[in-house]
């Protein structure tokens, strides 16, 4: 059967059943929840499902979001550990570190 054929017919041109089922996300969306993760690292999968689901209006789990970032290579989805440190603490920072060097 010709590809436009099963098109027609069938709506999809897989030659071939799945063995699993279809992706809830698209790789657009996939794209946007890895920007999203890198751009700010304090929030959490469960924030960046609401995010999904409230601009797509279909439900996406936590889990699929951070199976989703670690396919990416983005897989490390913890707080932030350290304080910022504010300009003070750099400038005091820079000058301990070049007292030291002297």
Known sequence: MRI??????EG??????RSHPPQCTT???????VHMAVTDRSVTSRTFAQH???VTYHSVS????????????VSARRPLLGLPLT???RRLYHQCCVERRI
């Open 4 to 9: 436009c054929d099963r098109w027609m017919q």
């Open 12 to 17: 999809t041109t897989d030659q071939h059943a």
């Open 27 to 33: 790789s657009r969306e996939n794209k946007q929840i």
């Open 52 to 54: 999904v689901e409230s």
């Open 62 to 73: 936590a889990h699929t979001i951070r199976r989703r970032l670690q396919q990416s290579g």
């Open 87 to 89: 300009q003070s603490h």
